[in-house]
């Protein structure tokens, strides 16, 4: 699974102009399922998302996760992360978890993140969503199991 992961201090999902998720100080994740991927892996993921220290401490070191402050966590279906984009100038999506396990999967994350943290937030599968953030830093990272 991949996560391309934002610190923000604001973000919110937009579906056919109804707000249908929104956090504050948090991260926002765009979720990206490979064929590959299995409940074992969306686990390793959620631990990395809650655990990840990217969010400042008192020295102003990188050292506290959005668990540790009690941020939100944002969820965001996005299967153009699995692109394959070695070649060419058209990405492939041959190695993307086909749509229903795509969204198995990501709806399983999404469940076992509202178990764990207090702030969960998610896109909708399949939908055609407006993602509004502002990023802290800007604080971006790339998470791969």
């Known amino acids: 699974m991949i996560a391309l992961i934002q610190r923000v201090s ?10 249908v998720a929104q956090i504050s100080s948090g991260l926002l994740a765009l979720i990206g399922v490979q064929k ?22 008192a020295e102003g070191r990188m050292n506290l996760s959005v668990a540790a402050i009690e941020g939100g966590l944002l969820l965001v279906p996005q299967f153009t992360l699995a692109a394959d984009t070695a070649s060419g100038l058209r990405p492939g999506f041959s190695s993307a978890a086909p ?18 943290l207090k702030h969960v937030g998610s896109g909708v599968f399949g939908a055609d969503m407006k993602v509004s953030l502002v990023n802290e830093g800007p604080a971006t990272f790339w998470l791969e199991v």
């Open 36 to 57: 590959q991927d299995n409940e074992i892996k969306a686990d390793k993921l959620l631990q990395k998302l809650l655990h990840y220290r990217v969010f400042e401490d």
């Open 99 to 116: 749509p229903e396990e795509g969204r198995r999967l990501f709806d399983y994350l999404v469940t076992e993140a509202q178990g764990q």
């Open 10 to 19: 604001s973000a919110s999902v937009e579906v056919k102009h109804k707000n």
